[in-house]
């Protein structure tokens, strides 16, 4: 009811809303690897979920403009994520591994630090690390991504408002690896209020400047997935109600919030099908916050959404001229959780796991044999894994770019991905064309196929940034 809503008012607003004035507040989204086949596979999936053929439109793939962009780098056809985000933050394309740098090393100004010299209030948020590639671009200025305590400290420098995110990596090692005061000292000293979940973040007072993290003992380099949250995990959706009504409290200059939606990259470096579509779902619901104050400020309200780059070069169809994705719907927890469970599951039984222990453990967090009926030869790859891994302890984690895998898990995602007739190219990047969604104040300009370089320059203009 509610996206019929949404899409209601998106038809009935008048074209003129999209062109002339100044958009005073500025929501720039970034689904980190979300390219346009992973946005077009959640909105099928979704579909068929509820039995229809077709596509469930996510809320942003109803903004009036959409188009695509190309995210090359400076130095090679397919980007990185601190190259990527570089060149979404500063309008300049530099090196694979450079945060907010050109090629010389030399500091560029992003289009946050823009808008914060133009007297806007300045968030950047995420679902991952606040120092990790895409969010550091925007405040942050250091030859390489792994600089991590480096990156923390130029936080300090940006003086933005809100940040927010699961944490920090570093907080007291240098990258030469030697310890270092702790970044907590320097962001106290500052003047940054830290808050530790959203219990904590009910204490912060309006107008501060404000750090909010996860509870203390949790993962610090990203949130949950959305397919594995529990109760009490923070996620990018209250992050991002946080930050909106915190840059808008009193605020008559405008304020400039950038949102990363960082695990949308780590799912498909995992070729993770269902993980990645919910990811995707979980953007969309950070969206809706901005689409709410957008309702409220239509002619002063500026949101784009885009990616950095593609990962995993995800193909929806593998063959047939079929597609299964109801299928995923049966998957409970993230390749990483399985393995997890997987592991726990071993200590559990001392590792004495049986096949029909393994049998009863798929079929409740995968779905096989009670909802998803296997072929012989993908049953086959399962209790061959099982053979080598559980009884003749042949057991070593498999690693792609973010996690460390069960094998057995490893093969119950790829039996998943057949059965649902998703494909990956890679683990890695690809240098397909990433979407372009808009909506507001200077919407139009996002109308044609672009570079993402034209991306930060665009959003300047409509809000009126000196570049």
Same mark, same amino acid.
């Given at each position: 009811?509610?996206? #019929?809503?949404?899409?209601?008012?998106?038809?009935?607003?008048?074209?003129?809303?999209?062109?002339?004035?100044?958009?005073? =507040?500025?929501?720039?989204?970034?689904?980190?690897? *979300?390219?346009?086949?992973?946005?077009?596979?959640?909105? *099928? /999936?979704?579909?068929?979920?509820?039995?229809?053929?077709?596509?469930?439109?996510?809320?942003?793939?109803?903004?009036?403009?959409?188009?695509?962009?190309?995210?090359?780098?400076?130095?090679?056809?397919? #980007?990185?994520?601190?190259?990527?985000? $570089?060149?979404?933050?500063?309008?300049?394309?530099? &090196?694979?591994?450079?945060?907010?740098?050109?090629?010389?090393?030399?500091?560029?100004?992003?289009?946050?630090?823009?808008?914060?010299?133009?007297?806007?209030?300045?968030?950047?948020?995420?679902?991952?690390?606040?120092?990790?590639? $895409?969010?550091? @671009?925007? +405040?942050?200025?250091?030859?390489?991504?792994?600089? +991590?305590?480096?990156?923390?400290?130029?936080?300090?420098?940006?003086?933005? !408002?809100?940040?927010?995110?699961?944490?920090?990596?570093?907080?007291?090692?240098?990258?030469?690896?030697?310890?270092?005061?702790?970044? =907590?000292?320097?962001?106290? %000293?500052?003047?940054?209020?830290?808050?530790?979940?959203? %219990?904590? /973040? #009910? %204490?912060?007072?309006?107008?501060?400047?404000?750090?909010?993290?996860?509870?203390?003992?949790?993962?610090?380099?990203?949130?949950?997935?959305?397919?594995?949250?529990?109760?009490?995990?923070?996620?990018?959706?209250?992050?991002?109600?946080?930050?909106?009504?915190?840059?808008? +409290?009193?605020?008559?200059?405008?304020?400039?919030?950038?949102?990363?939606?960082?695990?949308?990259?780590?799912?498909?470096?995992?070729?993770?099908?269902?993980?990645?579509?919910?990811?995707?779902?979980?953007?969309?619901?950070?969206?809706?916050?901005?689409?709410?104050? =957008?309702?409220?400020?239509?002619?002063? $309200?500026?949101?784009?959404?885009?990616?950095?780059?593609?990962?995993?070069?995800?193909?929806?169809?593998?063959?047939?001229?079929?597609?299964?994705?109801?299928?995923?719907?049966?998957?409970?927890?993230?390749?990483?959780?399985?393995?997890?469970?997987?592991?726990?599951?071993?200590? $559990?039984?001392?590792?004495?796991?049986?096949?029909?222990?393994?049998?009863?453990?798929?079929?409740?967090? *995968?779905?096989?044999?009670?909802?998803?009926?296997?072929?012989?030869?993908?049953?086959?790859?399962?209790?061959?894994?099982?053979?080598?891994?559980?009884?003749?302890?042949?057991?070593?984690?498999?690693?792609?770019?973010? #996690?460390?895998?069960?094998?057995?898990?490893?093969?119950?995602?790829?039996?998943? %991905?057949?059965?649902?007739?998703?494909?990956? @190219?890679?683990?890695?990047?690809?240098?397909? &064309?990433?979407?372009?969604?808009?909506?507001?104040?200077?919407?139009?300009?996002?109308?044609?196929?672009?570079?993402?370089? !034209?991306?930060?320059?665009?959003?300047?203009?409509?809000?009126? &940034?000196?570049?």
């Amino acid at each position: 009811m509610k996206k #019929t809503l949404y899409l209601f008012i998106l038809l009935c607003l008048p074209l003129s809303i999209f062109a002339g004035g100044k958009a005073k =507040y500025v929501f720039f989204f970034i689904g980190d690897g *979300m390219g346009v086949d992973h946005v077009n596979g959640t909105e *099928m /999936y979704l579909a068929e979920k509820e039995g229809i053929i077709g596509t469930e439109a996510l809320l942003f793939s109803k903004f009036p403009v959409m188009s695509v962009a190309t995210t090359y780098s400076m130095t090679n056809s397919v #980007t990185d994520s601190s190259a990527g985000g $570089t060149a979404l933050s500063t309008g300049e394309k530099t &090196y694979n591994g450079a945060i907010g740098v050109d090629f010389d090393k030399k500091p560029l100004k992003t289009v946050a630090e823009r808008a914060k010299s133009a007297g806007n209030k300045v968030g950047i948020i995420t679902s991952v690390s606040i120092d990790h590639a $895409t969010p550091a @671009a925007f +405040y942050a200025h250091q030859p390489d991504r792994d600089m +991590y305590y480096e990156i923390a400290h130029d936080l300090v420098l940006a003086d933005f !408002d809100f940040y927010g995110g699961s944490g920090f990596l570093k907080a007291d090692e240098t990258f030469e690896g030697e310890k270092a005061p702790s970044i =907590y000292q320097a962001f106290d %000293n500052a003047g940054y209020k830290f808050y530790k979940g959203l %219990n904590d /973040y #009910t %204490n912060s007072k309006r107008g501060e400047k404000v750090i909010l993290m996860q509870e203390e003992g949790r993962d610090v380099y990203s949130l949950p997935y959305a397919i594995d949250r529990k109760e009490g995990d923070l996620s990018l959706e209250q992050i991002t109600k946080a930050a909106i009504d915190h840059l808008s +409290y009193k605020n008559k200059k405008g304020f400039f919030l950038m949102v990363e939606g960082g695990k949308i990259d780590w799912s498909s470096h995992d070729n993770d099908a269902a993980t990645t579509f919910a990811e995707v779902v979980d953007f969309d619901n950070a969206v809706a916050h901005a689409l709410d104050f =957008y309702k409220k400020h239509p002619k002063e $309200t500026l949101i784009v959404i885009t990616a950095d780059h593609e990962t995993g070069g995800l193909a929806l169809g593998t063959g047939k001229y079929e597609l299964n994705l109801k299928a995923l719907e049966h998957q409970e927890v993230s390749a990483g959780e399985l393995s997890n469970l997987m592991s726990v599951l071993r200590k $559990t039984k001392n590792n004495n796991v049986t096949w029909d222990d393994m049998k009863e453990f798929l079929s409740e967090y *995968m779905g096989f044999w009670d909802e998803l009926q296997l072929t012989w030869a993908q049953e086959r790859k399962l209790r061959d894994e099982f053979e080598s891994s559980f009884v003749s302890k042949k057991h070593s984690f498999e690693e792609s770019m973010y #996690t460390k895998t069960e094998p057995l898990a490893s093969r119950a995602k790829e039996v998943m %991905n057949e059965i649902a007739m998703v494909a990956w @190219a890679s683990h890695s990047h690809s240098a397909n &064309y990433v979407p372009v969604y808009a909506i507001g104040v200077g919407a139009e300009m996002f109308s044609a196929k672009q570079n993402n370089i !034209d991306i930060p320059r665009k959003i300047a203009k409509a809000a009126g &940034y000196k570049w």
